[in-house]
């Protein structure tokens, strides 16, 4: 199998120029794009179908009234006492998200239901909001605890849904940057009232993610920049399949593959060198593209080691896939009688799943039906797996839909070999 | 050594070729002939296992290879009529990649490498890259892709087609050298009659996918034995006259050439005057008139009703 690998990466390599333009183009798109389209990127789908049941059963007045009991049985100054509860008393979160949610800007697309669990829970499976929002008994006391004394683990708000989507995402990155705001006010409130000076600023945005409240589902967002990088990026490392089999088509066209044949290979090997030139020539270039985007639009910039190691191996898995997906296309081309006409096919059907998969425009624009079908094509379902790692991390999440991808990988790969002619049909 | 027996072959219900009976002996050059389209390819590619005959049997000394295709392709080497080589890769990478496919290795390779390219005499230009060869050179290596792993049979579908008579002329003496010096069995297809004449012991002649001749040059000579050929030189075209002469009765075939008629003639006597009062009547001047006896190129006329080149 090496001198077929060996061949057809020298066959690319000859190919600067052409190589050289594949890999800029995604680059200069991702700009581009960037650019131009970061409204419908940051700030999300136009329409105002995102929407929510919100459902509190605390009670917020109760709350605050044990509070001050619990206040008032310190052995304190009166000082003291009367400052806490002066403090807290403005950070009423509950009555905050109401506003947040009643604001101008968000409620321009997400709508807000305020309802009952079990009436919640109906109107989830029955579709008519994308999840419920539930803020649980005791949450207040809860995270004003946590928050001015430095007890318990602080109050916990919970969202509900039947699937993830980026609707979801939108009303999480809502309640998260609320959270967050609220968290960085109550702590520099808590250190602020025992410690004077810049030292005490400086701790209480340290204190940040200890405020008092935590949000179940933490969500980084998705920049446009980000998602042109991968979906160019990805796009374009698809249509390498499409080269390699415009590769092979030469082969067939000039009658090398025959010469190949009589040498008495197992037709094995030179599927099998396809498949590797086309994996790694994949990884370069994605890896490339996405190195490049990086350092060029600091797509990726702080953070961790595992979400690099998870990146690369979705870079990995998906290069999996177009060498599958390359291998694939060299057989279908064998099998057809006109070499022009497979080619063209193979273009175009990279086009369609590139559109569907979310390629050139974000996959929320689509209408649903589409982004169904979108979410399920290799380039569709990689991309919105990066969407996620970027935003969750969350490594579970990723090795399923990572195993859903070396499962296309190896059926097109089996398919290819299945249907690989062994001996030549016609003269 | 190699055997085509009754081989045929049909695409879509139409035969293209039918019931080719050829063999192939240790160390002969055997020439297949025939036009354009007239099913030397196809017969090529069963012979060499490319392509499965619908019926047929091709054997290997005297075993039938048709399901061990192996066994046939670790024996011959093919040098299709296409260029059948990387365009961007050098002469020396393309004999590299066909000699590592064919598990050729290490000092073996590389000393069969330098013996092709000696043999083809483009040792000088091994670096470059195919594509800013001659047509002629990327013929030349793609004989000696097909030679890398000393193959005992050599088949050659049309080598010399488009190229410049300097290198046509290396290509045949490479033929020969392989074939006298080497001992290497030649199969040679063409639609040149003098290559084969100049390379090939035996001829097998096909039209319309069948076989309507075989057998030595003197063999197939002696098929116009009793003729001759007359070449008419004239001032002038005269399609009148062509029809006339081919109603001559000696006259077996004519055709029009480039500056006046070709005939194939029965031996006998007053013809001359019958041709040259033929012209009087049609006003054409006979400028000058040559009688030769026949080549191969006019026992296939003679055979096909037309030229090799149709």
Redo the contacts between chains.
Sequence with gaps: MLPYLKKDMLVFWRDRNELLVVLLVPIVLSVILGYALSSWIEAGPSDRSASIALVIEDNEEEAFAEFRNVIMGFDREDSWRANVLEDAEVYRVIEGLRMTFASDEVKEWVEVAETTGNQAVTMLQEKEVTAILTIPRGFTLQALERAWLQEGNGGTIMISALEHSLKLDLVTGVVDRYMREANVGMGLRYVLQDMPGQHQLEEGMKLQPKGGMELLDSVKPITSFQYFSLSMGMIFTVLISATIAFHASGEKRERVIERIRLSGNNPFYYLGGKFAASFMIAFLQLTSVLTACHFALGLFYGRSVAFWGGLAIIVIVFSFMVAGLAVFFTSVMFRMKNIDAANALFNLLLIIIGVIGGGFVPLYVLPEWLRSIGEWTPNGHALTMALQWIQYEDGGQLASKLLLLMVYAILLAALSAWIYPRRGRAV | MLEAMELRKT?KGKTVVDNINLYIEQGEAVGLLGPNGAGK??TI?MI?????PSSGDVRLDGRSVLKT??DI??I?G?V???????E??SAY?NLR??G???KLKGKHLTDRIANTLELVGLTERQHE?IRTYSGGMKRRINIA??LLHEPKLVIMDEPTVGIDPQSRNHILDTVRKLNREKGMSVLYTSHYMEEVEQLCSRVYIMDHGRLIASGTKEELLRILSGEETMIVQLSKPSPELLMELRGLPFVRSAEETEDGVKLIVTKQSGILTEVVQAAERHHVQIVQIQVHTPSLEDVFLHLTGRKLRD
């Design positions: 695409f390819s196809t590619s060499s296992s490319l392509l499965y295709p192996g392709r670790r011959i093919v299709p009529q296409e260029i059948a080589l990387y961007k890769l990478e990649f066909f590592s496919i064919y890259l892709a097909a």
